[in-house]
């Protein structure tokens, strides 16, 4: 039955028509494989247009026959306590409003958590001075968590929903002037022990946890980073010391303080999760880790380039944090926000294009011509709003990151014509080139890496998600590897770069030697070698190749019914998984099926040799994971804790290839586990 208010009566009205027929139809003619979508039409779209007639999806559909729907007036009408509450009852309201926030934030609506509480309905007719400075700030909260996440919009309406449906949240108040409030309550409370007796504590604990997350709202929106730390240590220190209290039984009016169908009368029907069964213990653990991981990836520095907070952003992400410290860590790093106020593009940019690739336009005292000096200019504001857009969907969860890496990819184009007319300009303009040996085009190799890069994570996100079914993973491996061998020839060449830029200041340090005379000490540039991130994409190289290999040799061996690729039309289907690749320049466009042609040309098609290639590549993948173990610890490596695992992966694979090779096959058909790593997986034959 639904229920539905109108004029005051409730109305129920039921109407069905059988649609079974129509949907078994529709589906009949979709290809296994095929999912309709329109990027106007979402899943929470989706749901709203149907009404289950279930109150877990549909907030209307209740039985009224077993509970009263009160509005704030009837509440107050019928004598809720608003005056008079004993230490134990504040103590219960404060600790359950904690877990009730929560909820809300792990995905549960506003109506079936915080606007339970028939307080939150009432706050000017409240008395009692403490409860009233704790509801004000309750809903300050929720008002400033609701303008972090429309602003940083990481979320989606299946992650947190921001529908008041008609309640206030102060949202007009002066947060400066309600927190200094909210702190003073705070000082007091803490010299009335004996007023509060047992429930001093949880009440504590409760103004406290406010305190610091309000603090830290108001800090993350109107300073730096640098001044976070001690909201943040004021948050985290309440959470321990917050213990639920007992219910207190009955209360002096027939009112409790959570109603669940608080002024349900003002809710549309449409979707909600199911309220989740979330004991207080977990409710504030779940506080805890969002805030420790939120502190933990905490990524400004006066020094930070660009490789290094994509890079901690990146670990930030793969840490799996929830919406609290995904829209806490957006808010930092949006485009308009203080950390790009505190790194000018000079840090944060170019200090990561000649890091990597000796760019010589970039040193101090190059002189350019106008021309040159302004496609430069226009390369350095790109690279920076680059960087700046993809630091912000990094603070996003899994799918809401490949989405936007979908679209962000043709924004790169423009980055790499700029840098491709920056490197021309400067090269036929400059008067001070250092030497002609220094490569030519770094910024064009700096954007082709930044775009290619972009195009591994966005193959890599697909693998995390588990998106592709068996029959599609030699052409997804087909494509990392492709990828990443485009990522790896840029850094080979960068490298190339670095050791001759470092010759030219090598021979000017030398001659400056002889200038000056012997008596000084010549100091003697550093010499480059690999980074990092480069053994890193070394590593998804050859584990891609490895991964490739070995599936044409169980193919080869006729091991492989699972894998049979039954797709018919690559267009289709490139469209669909590699669709944003077609819309880059550089990496260049490639085709699975021209690999397919290709190697069935090659004599080494044979079980064995694959076989024998999949044992060489993963025995490459080993070395990369060892030289990786083997930086320092100043090397930011994204994807770090997956070495392991990689390491797991690559040793069993190398293992099972070379047993594989000498035709000792354990099954009659491959098996293919991803129970160690999600992306790259243990085949056995």
């Known amino acids: 039955k639904g229920v539905y208010r109108a004029g005051g009566d409730i109305v129920i009205m039921v109407a069905f028509e059988d649609v079974f027929g129509l949907l078994k139809q529709a589906t009949s003619e979709l290809e296994p494989g095929e999912l309709l979508t329109d990027e106007d039409f979402t899943l929470f779209q989706a749901l709203t247009a149907l009404e289950m007639l279930d109150p877990r999806m549909d907030t209307g559909a209740v039985q009224l026959e077993q509970e009263t729907i009160l509005s704030a007036s009837q509440a107050v009408k019928l004598g809720m306590e608003l005056t008079t509450l004993s230490p134990q009852q504040l103590a219960f309201i404060m600790t359950h409003s904690i877990k009730q926030l929560a909820l809300w934030l792990r995905g549960n609506s506003l109506a079936e958590t915080l606007f339970t509480n028939a307080y939150l309905h009432n706050v000017q007719a409240i008395q009692h001075p403490l409860l009233k400075t704790f509801v004000s700030s309750l809903l300050k909260t929720v008002d400033q968590l609701r303008n972090v996440a429309m602003a940083t919009n990481v979320y989606c309406e299946e992650d947190l929903s921001l529908k008041l449906n008609g309640a206030s949240v102060l949202s007009g108040s002066s947060l400066s002037k ?264 770094p910024l064009a190799l700096y954007a082709t890496l930044f775009t290619s890069r972009a195009c591994v994570d966005y193959l890599m996100s697909g693998l995390e998600l588990k998106l592709h079914g068996n029959g599609e993973l030699l052409m997804i491996y087909w494509y990392l590897q492709y990828m990443t061998g485009w990522t790896v020839r840029c850094y080979n060449s960068a490298y190339h770069g670095l050791v001759a830029r470092h010759d030219v200041l090598l021979a000017q340090a030398k001659k400056s030697d002889k200038k000056k005379g012997k008596g000084r000490k010549r100091r003697v540039p550093k010499a480059p070698t690999a980074s990092a991130v480069w053994h890193l994409h070394d590593c998804i190289y050859s584990l891609a190749c490895g991964v490739v290999a070995v599936l ?134």
């Open 178 to 441: 309600l927190l200094a409030a909210h702190q003073r309550a705070c000082v007091e409370l803490s010299k009335q022990q004996e007023t509060y007796g047992d429930w001093h504590q949880a009440i504590v604990s409760s103004m406290g946890f406010l305190s610091g997350v309000l603090d830290l709202l108001k800090v993350i929106q109107t300073s730096s980073a640098s001044s976070l730390s001690a909201p943040l240590e004021t948050a985290l220190s309440s959470l321990p010391g917050l213990t639920e209290a007992p219910d207190p039984g009955d209360w002096p009016s027939s009112i409790p303080p959570f109603h669940p169908h608080m002024n349900l009368h003002l809710l549309p029907c449409g979707p909600n999760r199911h309220l989740e069964v979330l004991t207080f213990t977990e409710a504030t653990a779940w506080l805890t880790t969002e805030l420790e991981l939120f502190q933990t990836h905490l990524p400004i520095t006066n020094s930070v380039t660009a490789e290094q907070l994509l890079a901690k952003l990146d670990h930030f992400r793969h840490d799996g944090g929830g919406i609290l410290s995904n829209m806490l860590m957006a808010q930092l790093v949006l485009p308009t926000a203080d950390v790009f106020g505190l790194v000018s593009p000079s840090k944060l940019v170019t200090a990561t294009v000649v890091e990597f690739t000796g760019a010589w336009m970039l040193e101090p005292g190059v002189t350019l011509s106008p021309e040159a000096a302004a496609a430069l200019n226009t390369f350095q504001e790109l690279a920076f709003t680059a960087v700046k857009e993809r630091a912000l969907f990094s603070c996003m969860n899994r799918g809401r990151y490949r989405r936007k890496l979908a679209k962000y990819l043709p924004s790169l184009q423009p980055l790499h014509r700029a840098a491709l007319s920056a490197d021309i300009l400067s090269e036929s303009t400059s008067e001070t080139k250092p030497n002609s040996k220094l490569k030519t085009n």
């Open 552 to 685: 044409r040799a169980a193919k080869a061996a006729g091991l492989t019914s699972e894998l049979n690729e039954t797709y018919s039309s690559e267009g289709n289907i490139f469209n669909h998984r590699f669709g944003p690749f077609g819309t880059v320049e550089v990496p260049q466009i490639a085709y699975y099926s021209d690999f397919v042609t290709a190697t069935e040309l090659k004599e080494d098609t044979k079980a064995s040799d694959l076989f024998a290639s999949a044992h060489k590549s993963f025995e490459a993948a080993l070395h990369s994971i060892e030289a990786l173990r083997k930086m320092p610890s100043s090397h930011t490596v994204p994807y770090g804790y997956h070495l392991d695992a990689w390491e797991k992966v690559a040793k069993t694979n190398m293992v099972g290839s070379k047993i594989a090779q000498l035709g000792r096959y354990q099954n009659d058909q491959v098996v293919i586990t991803f129970d160690v790593d999600a992306i790259f997986p243990i085949v056995k034959m």
